[in-house]
Each structure stands twice: as C-alpha cells, then as structure tokens.
C-alpha cells in the first residue's frame, strides 16, 4: 500500500522561504518509472501542478513557478522536499504530495496516485 | 502551456441522472488525459488515465471518452456519493501538467 504525508510549516511570512517535506512509503524513488509530484489548491480554488522528480533524478517544474522552487530527493528517507521562496500571500494554499503511477508499457500513460492528504500553508504577516 | 478548460463550472442533478463533463485541450493531448474526483476537504481521488481506461476499483458507472482535444467524463447513473467536484489533467510530453479549473457537481 502507498502512502505519502506532507509536512511543513503552517504559517509562513511573505518574503519568506517555504520548505515542504513529503515522507512516503509502499514504494522506492530509486524504482525505474517512479516519480512524486507536489500539487496546490488555493482555498476554493483549482488545482496547480508545480514539480514533478522522477527516480533518475531528472525535475520537472511549473514553468510560471520554476525560479521560486526546487525540488529534491532523498531514497534512503523516503521523502522528496519542495521549497518554494519569496512566498507571497497569493501562496497561501493546501499543498499535495502525489505518487506518479504509471502504464509499464510503451504508452507513456502516467497519473497521480495516491495523493498525500496536503497540509495547508498559510502566508501571512 | 496546454490549457484545460472543463464545462461546465457547475452542475445540478439528481440521484439516478446520467451526466457528461466536458474537457477541451487548447491543443491536441492525444489520449493523455486523466480525470479525478475531490470531495470537500479530501484529496483528489483518481478515476480515469488515458481518456478513456478506469482506474481498478472505480465503479463502472464511470466512464471516459475523447482523444486529441476533446474529452468527457460520464457517469451513468449518479449515486449520493459521486457528488464531488470533478478535475481533467493533461499528462501529455513536456509541463505544465496542467489541470482543467474543476467542475462542481451538486445535488438538485
């Protein structure tokens, strides 16, 4: 069974930098096809995919976003960590890990699952 | 960027209703196209990968069609529980990955 659980700050101030861990388990990032993805939903608002670390290390960014995140890895952890600086109040949003599963064939076909429960993060003064 | 806009933003219907949610790709995706659920409060939930193949343990009363820039998402005869708020992704080549901006669906 796959299991992923964000952790983070609550409240964070503008300008501020913000770190996000996500603690998995039910799988390795050291896996050929694996990857973890962050996604975030303002309050009321849609989703937004922001990075995406694949188990080769290879990184995928929100163009809009990729100068304000990082994203990285650490296997022997089971954890992938999103930082994201000069946080804004615009920022202020429930924050999801997900699982990237996939088709092991030729497709290319790939999705998230399953979702870590989010944290949500608050950016405030 | 690809954009995915769903219509519509939402929707009213009842227990036992067929209902269709649309997804347009403002360029062609191919197939890859997902669809998810997300009740309040919860994490979205996934349904459908490539447009149209359902996730194990999804009921079959949903169901996803489309390829190149159109899609739907139909679910056949509505439950109490489908009542939820209803996202497309696009998973095509390179990001952003984006997600269409939801489509609520409520009890009438």
């Known amino acids: 069974q796959i299991t992923l659980k964000e952790s983070g700050p609550t409240l964070v101030k503008p300008t501020q930098t913000l770190t996000l861990t996500c603690t998995f388990s039910g799988f390795s990032l050291s896996t050929s096809g694996v990857g973890v993805g962050w996604i975030r939903q303002p309050p009321g608002k849609a989703l937004e995919w922001l990075a995406l670390?694949?188990?080769?290390?290879?990184?995928r960014y929100s163009p809009s976003l990729k100068s304000r995140l990082t994203i990285t890895k650490d296997t022997s952890k089971n954890q992938v960590v999103l930082t994201m600086t000069n946080m804004d109040p615009v920022d202020t949003a429930t924050y999801y890990c997900a699982h990237r599963g996939m088709n092991y064939d030729s497709s290319g076909y790939w999705w998230f699952d399953p979702w870590g429960q989010g944290t949500l993060v608050t950016v405030s003064s | 960027d690809i954009q995915m806009t769903q219509s519509p933003s939402s929707l009213s219907a009842s227990v036992g209703d067929r209902v269709t949610i649309t997804c347009r790709a403002s360029?062609?995706?191919?197939?890859?196209l997902n669809w998810y659920q997300q009740k309040p409060g919860k994490a979205p939930k996934f349904l459908i990968y490539?447009?149209?193949s359902l996730q194990s343990g999804v009921p079959s009363r949903f169901s996803g069609s489309g390829s190149g820039t159109d899609f739907t998402l139909t679910i056949s005869s509505l439950q109490p529980e489908d009542f939820a708020t209803y996202y497309c992704?696009?998973?095509?080549?390179?990001?952003?990955?984006?997600f269409g901006q939801g489509t609520k669906l409520e009890i009438k």
């Open positions: 490539a447009a149209s």
């Open positions: 670390i694949y188990w080769n290390d290879d990184k």
């Open positions: 360029q062609s995706i191919s197939s890859y």
């Open positions: 992704q696009q998973s095509y080549s390179t990001p952003p990955y984006t």
